[in-house]
């Protein structure tokens, strides 16, 4: 550098002629101290003198004023244009406008000396961005500054580009950088190699051709060049990490050297060697090894070194640290290594420092999925973060929190976001919460509702569901999102060609893809007409949700110019032998050929404006006075029909879809009634918009609904804690579990004595929060946990019947509470082997769940257990529902299952696995056998499921081999079954038609000297599938209105069981009935047809006659039931 | 980094430094409410936020906020010691730096920021070889500037704020 200074000071004598005589030099104070006396400080000290904002502006605008006119006088010296130009920045520092100076900056960088060309050069690049116009005047004078022979003029050129170029005119300036790699300087190369690398950033393109000088950067022998090569390569590996795989042992060795402190001094920060450049590395290190093995193999023993290096206890070794710990989780994975890891994310959110805490709760965000287990141990930090009086590790923790959500715990944690949203200070942070409230819990929760809940569900759930879609909140960001959320969501359903999904939630999907299709920007309306299309064609799907997907496609038509898919569509149901298809070809035949019609009457997203509607359907008089006079009937209103039918007994269901709709069909007589838009614009196309508008209107039923679903996510209600109000409701957990400390028994004794009731809180807070983790670690918590949410859910299915008895309006309840149960069988069947029996004991049977849940312990390994579930997830949440809901069967691996081994060492004798044992379940029988085989068969009654166990032994003794049994349409398969020992597998089945009796055909086939087959079956009885069903006596008189379905039947009573609670007695035992209550000679019970269909009992004792009526939603149920209520009475 | 600002705890900016191209209407917003967010912490807590979609770092150095602005996958903690470094490199430069250097003499702070972090990149992270370059463009100017004054000179009329005068590192190191 010494030549510099030679240079520059030879330089002198003409920089001196330039100054004030007069002014002397000071420098007492240090380096480059500039006065308080000049104009920038009088400037300055008058600005903090004054008061108020507003003299500040008057002052400014004065200054900014005689600024102008001095910058712009053409007698001002180059030395006062600097002092104006360090003004100029500050007041724009001071967010005033001065863009009058930013020409003047330019000419000062051009025009004046070093100290000029400095405070010009700055004061370009703070005024002005890379896209500015008189940017490009700039550029002749960096290219002369570049050429230039004085080292600082050239490093000043490098900062400036490095900072502001305009694109275009790279070209311009790059061969001359180019020539500056090879310059002696250190200094200039990092430069250089600096400008290069935002060159990359704006125009990747422009540097293409010298990739090679890159890599001689990177070998360059001064660190700080290279390490300024390392900001180009981070870039290109992000964008293409293949394409550098060559230069991970590089990276590697530099890594080595310079955690072995190989640097020179100069490096260290807090004698810790180069932090900067190692966490560059490890960055690199961690974009070259992800998911690559070999390419992570060469960097495990240097990502080691670093985390024992790294021990010095300062912020620089924990930067160091976090970085290496994200290394380590990002790249292929290495057992001992992600230990350290996991053993220093514990240090970080042990850490009293905040700052650690909040990257400790981060990584464990990041590492969650791999490692949920993690998450286990540190469980009451994380609680204990929930409460944290800074909102951002709260939020963090929230973070964390969604990571984990699963069926289970959903419900906890969604209800602690919104805590943190009531306390909720900054927009960003509610859009994006609530963003994921709503991905959570409602699309979610109702992709769950619909697809297990079926066709079971009322049909006013769908029905809200999309008004609330279509009205959406408040926000209109958030609203849009949710609806691209719902498309997408159902495009990636639908993706699955083969899966079978319930009508209404079909229903549901085509309303949602035909009215905001359009928001999803990156799908071609094509892709989505063709998945409707071949929807249309399956055989499953009934004519009702065909009108659906036509409305859909006709939505869809109405936007997109000509489609191939269309017409394919109209073309087929033209022909259709479906009236009602057929009419919607036409229609959308019609309109696809007046496209103007078509847009007018199908306008984009107005599912929510109001039309006029014609209540009165006045234009349809003369219709009806015709008829009339032909002899027709007169109009029964609704009610009036209901009561009729109710008067005779044992009538079919011919409820309506929706009201008032069913009245514009019969009286109109199109056949719109299957329409879910309404869209039946039959013959009066043209002529009557009022019909059709008050079609419209009335699927959606937008009026008179009450609003159950707010901004915040579900609004509980006053009106369902009829006869609860010391319940807490299901969702507020927090409040609930508080209510239960007093109650739940005691924690593990050598914990529960010494914790305070705080912790206890907390301690049931973490394992509900936790819950569906899973393993070894969460099972000191266990016996609490389960206590806590068994509570929980009896009292959340306490609500769903409630609400089942409740108007139709308020169905939305019984989606927020239905939750629970209903997600609970999803993770059943997915984890299957190990989640069925963690769940089910769980719940239990009511009269053995709480103490079996003590000994609850689970051993299998996590990795199975995650694997499974990861393979199943996707698979299962939206099961088909066919008698066979959830048709797999898991088998038990010998090789990684503890019961499998337990089952194998037992000796041909089946018995059922441990956790299974303790719950309800009938005895092991036999289904058929060969020589080679047998196979019994266990039916477990879990609390929401039927569960079928097939032991399969073997009875030779010889291994079997390649067993397959078939049960209904699912296959298990056993590769090998060892001489004498015992396999099993087991299948959750649900009842989808009612019937008394079903007969699953079954058979195995099995390898021993020659291919053997052997068919047998299984016979299930309704019984398999009732549940009792709690509630109170208010409830049960609730539901009992609400219910159509009514079968009444006289029953003679044996002697022996004269008295109602004798009978009442054999019905609870043995049909699983649950008593209600008794009153005189009166006594109600209640039970439920799994998943939820309820059915009520009333039984009245008279002159030795038993009365009984049932009342339940579905037809067929009470006549089933009454048949296994005379069996039973006879037999006792 | 996207942008470093400096500003004091009365709010007042006293170095803003952006590295992404956005509008002055953007800057001035996003700068109003960073500095009100900020400002509004209590000292205990966490130095990282969250904000919009940013990952903000601060830290207070007696009466002066740095606060840098950083992408997701950036490390916090590194950034913090950049900002601690810039303090060291302004405290080596103006000799026991504190608030009111950085306000009289904010040009020079840009520059040592432009010789340490250069496009949103740390540059050159030896204290020294920083200094170098500062004092070697520096050596010109000492020669030149006329007005030259000592440290003392620069307080009058400024007793009254005394928090700016405290030394930014004081107790610190």
Redesign the interface.
Known sequence: MSDVVERTLSALPGLLGQHDPGAGPGGAGGPGRVSASSRLGSLIRSITALTSKHEEEKLIQQELTSLKATVSAPSTTLRLMKECMVRLIYCEMLGYESSFGYIHAIKLAQQGNLLEKRVGYLAVSLFLHENHELLLLLVNTVVKDLQSTNLVEVCMALTVVSQIFPREMIPAVLPLIEDKLQHSKEIIRRKAVQALYKFYLIAPNQVQHIHDKFRKALCDRDAGVMAASLHIYLQMIKENSSGYKDLTGSFVTILKQVVGGKLSADFNYHSVPAPWLQIQLLRILGLLGKDDPRTSELMYDVLDESLRRAEINHNITYAILFECVQTIYTIHPKSELLEKAAKCIGKFVLSPKINLKYLGLKALTYVIQQDPNLALQHQMTIIECLDHPDPIIKRETLELLYRITNGQNVIVIVQKMLDYLKEGQEEYAIISLVGKIAELWFIQTMNAVFSVGGDVVHSDIPNNFLRLLAEGFDDEKEDHQLRVYAVQSYLALLEEEDKLYPQKFLQVMSWVLGEYFSLVTDVDPEVILTKLHSLLKKTFVTSETKAWIMAAVTKIASHTSCSKTVDEIIQELSSSLDTCLRQYAFELKHLCEDKALMKSLLPFDASCSDLVVDASLSFLDGFVAEGLAHGAAPYKPHHQRQEEKLSQEKALNFEPYGLSFASSVSSSGVTGRQSPTGLSFGSDISGNSAETGHKETNTLKLEGVRKLWGKEGYLPKKENKTGKENEPQAVPCGSLLAGQVGEAPALRPEQGASLSEEDKEKQQLASTLFIGLGASAGVSLMGKADTATQKFKRKSKITETQQLSEEASDFQNSAASNFDPLLDTVPDNVEDSEGSVHTGLRKGSPSSSDTVEDNLAFETPQSLRKSVLDDRISANRLSQSSLFADSNIEIFQPSSSAQCESASETPLVPSLPEELEELPHSEVVGLCQSDALALHLCKVWTDDSLLLIVFVSNKTTAALHAVNLILESATSHFPVIEAQSVEHCQKCVRMNKVCTQAILPASVSYQSEMETCLEFSVTLSLMDFIRPMEMTTEDFGKLWLSLSNDVKQNIKMSPCQDSLSAALDTLQQKLKLHRVDVIGNEGILACQLLPSVPCLLHCRTHSGMLALWFRSPCAALPDGLLYQCQKVMEES | MQFMLLFSRQGK???????V????KEK?KITRELVQ?VLAR?P??????????LKIVYKRYASLYFCCAIED?D????T??IIH?YVELLDK???SVCEL?I??????A??IL??FL??G??????K??VL??I????????????????????????DS?TSCSSKLLEGIL
């Open positions: 900016l006293r170095l803003q430094k952006w590295y191209p956005l509008s002055d001035k967010t209590k205990k807590m966490c130095s990282f936020l969250e904000w919009r979609d996958q490390n916090e903690l590194i913090l010691e470094r430069y103006f000799g250097d306000i009289f003499n904010f040009e020079k840009y520059f432009d010789e250069l496009g990149e740390v540059q050159e992270t030896s020294k070889n170098k370059a004092e070697q463009a520096d050596l010109l100017q000492e020669v030149s500037t006329s007005s030259f004054s000592g440290h003392s000179v620069s307080m009058v009329g400024w704020e």
